[in-house]
């Protein structure tokens, strides 16, 4: 049975690979802490909240994330395809999120605020209603997604294969629609 912990603050913490494993946190936050050499195993975060934290090559294979906000977190080549599914709900703020993978995950409603998210693997994810506001979403795939009341309005640098993506009712900004156009080689002015 993990351990558990419950309304805690941790503050300028540097996890070791295994520091964190068979533990439970519920609505505890995490301040400017390192998980970068975490490999986590039967982790737990319920109503967390992660401040300033370092994610970045962490393994988090078989980690439960429920309702969990991340906030001026660096989450490089994090594969979050590998995390528990069961209640998966995650928000992000102000993240570099680059080179991570969401592949075939269902993140219905997730929020990326002013997130940098360059080359992230969306693929066959579903990302209905999810809010993409200021995002720069260079080189990030889209191919099988379900992006169906997206809001890419405010994000720039996309480029989205609509006969490879649903997007039915998403919505985007004229200036960007460029991003759905690349594939037909053709030039809007």
Not at 157 to 177: C, E, G, H, R, W
């Amino acid at each position: 049975m993990p351990d558990y912990f419950l309304d805690i603050e941790y503050n300028n913490i540097t996890y070791g690979e295994k520091d964190v494993n068979l533990k439970e946190f519920e609505c505890c936050t995490f301040n400017g802490c390192d998980f970068s050499q975490c490999n986590f195993i039967g982790v737990v975060f319920i109503d967390c909240t992660f401040n300033d934290c370092i994610f970045s090559g962490a393994k988090i294979n078989h980690v439960a994330l429920r309702s969990v906000f991340f906030y001026r977190c660096k989450m490089e080549e994090v594969n979050f395809a590998m995390c528990d599914k069961l209640i998966f709900e995650v928000h992000f703020k102000e993240c570099v999120l680059d080179f991570s993978k969401f592949y075939t995950l269902k993140i219905k409603g997730t929020t990326f605020v002013d997130c940098s998210i360059i080359a992230v693997d969306f693929m066959s994810t579903n990302l209905t209603e999810v809010i993409f506001d200021n995002c720069d979403l260079y080189r990030s795939e889209f191919a099988k997604a379900n992006a169906s009341k997206a809001n890419f309005k405010t994000s720039y640098n996309y480029t989205i294969d609509p006969t490879k993506t649903k997007i039915k009712k998403a919505v985007f900004s004229l200036a960007d629609v460029k991003g759905l156009l690349f594939k037909h080689d053709i030039q809007v002015t």
